[in-house]
Nanobody, 123 residues
Framework: EVQLVESGGGLVQAGGSLRLSCAAS????????LGWFRQAPGKEREGVSC????????FYINSVTGRFTISRDNAKNTVYLQMNSLKPEDTAVYYC????????????????WGQGTQVTVSS
């Protein structure tokens, strides 16, 4: 059974930091690109960051560049999202997802999804 389980969300003041983790099981983790997506109330889901299966290439949306860092540990089947200098507009449910091969910011190309973890940034 494929599972992606996010953790690390919570309530933080603006300017603070959180580190999200996503533990994966049930598939060949190191063959998959991984992404973090978020969905705020009343808004569409958007890609935040992704990391490729080979070479560890990373991509970020402009609004988080320089503040967020995605990384993966293939030995632990885990992907992380370090979020610094958080802003109220970062408030959303954050999801991790896996896609075979190269990572992409297109959510429709992802095969597996986690249940999400809530991140709330207060002003």
């Amino acid at each position: 059974e494929v599972q992606l389980v996010e953790s690390g969300g919570g309530l933080v003041q603006a300017g603070g930091s959180l580190r999200l983790s996503c533990a994966a099981s049930g598939f060949t983790f190191d063959g998959y690109g991984l992404g973090w997506f978020r969905q705020a109330p009343g808004k569409e889901r958007e890609g935040v960051s992704c990391i490729s299966s080979v070479g560890g290439r990373t991509f970020y949306i402009n609004s988080v560049t320089g503040r967020f860092t995605i990384s993966r540990d293939n030995a632990k089947n885990t992907v992380y999202l370090q979020m610094n200098s958080l802003k109220p507009e970062d408030t959303a449910v954050y999801y991790c997802a896996a896609t075979w091969g190269m990572a992409t910011m297109k959510s429709t190309l992802y095969d597996y999804w986690g249940q999400g973890t809530q991140v709330t940034v207060s002003s």
